[in-house]
């Protein structure tokens, strides 16, 4: 394999081994209006617990429990079944005979997955072992709206936050009964002039890149890859165990990196460096199409600040733009157009006087 080849298929290698590996195959959270927070984690009687701790990440997506060395916290599932084991070191077990345990694989349940046969709320909990650090994250489906579709009492076109539901997630605690309380409320999205104006401005980007020099264009094109590369590799590290994230966010940019330097070791004058180096907007128009509801939507999937992520949405969408209309360019340049070139001559008429 040439050193190219080898170098594309080393980055490949990183990111896969950079992809989080202990998600149960559960949805990854994604741009949302919604927005579930914890309120506090209590006991029976409403006294707040000290040390153990929870929040919800990806906007309405997972919720994470945290509980200290020495505690003993059980999870209960949606049939007051033992769903998830919290042990006093550190580990952390889920059931596989709860029904939670599989129908937690998807946002919206019972609508995407099944529960197998075996799982049955009333049988002996079957442990199986998640984490090691006294922190998991899964889909519980009491903390967001379990339907595609808005919730009736949810005006959108309110510009003032709404609160959808309360919730509460039942827990044992030492033996005894606690719960974590939160809020699950509808946000409402920016002004429509604010997508209008990121698409302006990524129009505009794009132009700009189309016509500028080559060595300046590189350079915008590699810095724009690392930034998308850096965010979606945040995204994995700050995950908790049991969440998602989706891989597409760092193997995307990834290929786009890998092709923008195997594309600079071609020489200057080669066609192919060339063409390499305009690739490397394909991969990252996908990925600034994947973050491009958080234009209109205000909670990210991921713990960064979403004005960051509209600009990088932007200058993704921007890079990509500017690289497809390239290779069509360049496509169209190699198709000849003169159809009234003189087909060479037949061998009757070189034999004819």
Do not use: K
């Amino acid at each position: 394999m040439s050193w190219p080849g080898r170098a594309v298929l080393l980055a490949l290698l990183t990111l896969a081994v950079l992809a989080p590996g202990h998600a149960a195959l559960a949805d990854p959270a994604r741009p949302t209006h919604f927005r579930s927070h914890v309120d506090g984690v209590v006991t029976a009687d409403g006294t707040p617990v000290a040390g153990v701790m929870a929040e919800v990440v990806g906007g309405d997506a997972y919720l994470v429990l945290t509980v200290p060395s020495g505690r003993l916290v059980e999870v209960l599932g949606y049939e007051g079944e033992a769903y998830l084991r919290f042990t006093p070191d550190g580990r952390v077990e889920v059931n596989t005979r709860s029904p939670a345990r599989w129908l937690n694989d998807a946002r919206f349940g019972a609508m995407d997955v099944e529960v197998p046969a075996g799982a049955d709320a009333d049988a002996p909990p079957q442990w199986e072992l998640v984490a090691t650090s006294g922190r998991f994250a899964w889909h519980d489906h009491r903390i967001h709206f379990m339907s595609p579709r808005l919730p009736s009492d949810v005006d959108p076109r309110a510009a003032s936050l709404q609160e959808v539901f309360a919730w509460e997630v039942p827990l044992l605690l030492d033996g005894e009964d606690a719960r974590i309380e939160g809020t699950l409320v509808w946000l409402p999205g920016p002004s429509p002039v604010v997508p209008v104006a990121w698409l302006v401005v990524t129009i505009a980007v794009a132009g700009w890149l189309a016509v500028t020099m080559a060595p300046r264009r590189d350079v915008v094109v590699l810095a724009v890859a690392v930034l998308t590369l850096l965010t979606g590799v945040i995204a994995v590290l700050l995950a908790p165990p049991g969440a998602d994230t989706e891989p597409a966010l760092t193997v995307l940019p990834g290929i786009a990196v890998a092709l923008w330097f195997v594309g600079r070791r071609q020489p200057s004058t080669s066609a192919v460096g060339g063409l390499l180096r305009e690739l490397v907007g394909i991969p990252l128009l996908a990925w600034g199409l994947w973050w491009a509801p958080t234009w209109w939507r205000p909670v990210p999937p991921a713990a960064l600040p979403i004005g960051l992520v509209r600009l990088l949405v932007a200058a993704a969408l921007a890079v990509g733009l500017a690289g497809v209309g390239a290779v069509l360019w360049r496509a169209a340049a190699a198709v000849p157009f003169d159809r009234d070139r003189r087909l060479p001559p037949s061998a009757s008429e070189r034999c004819s006087p």
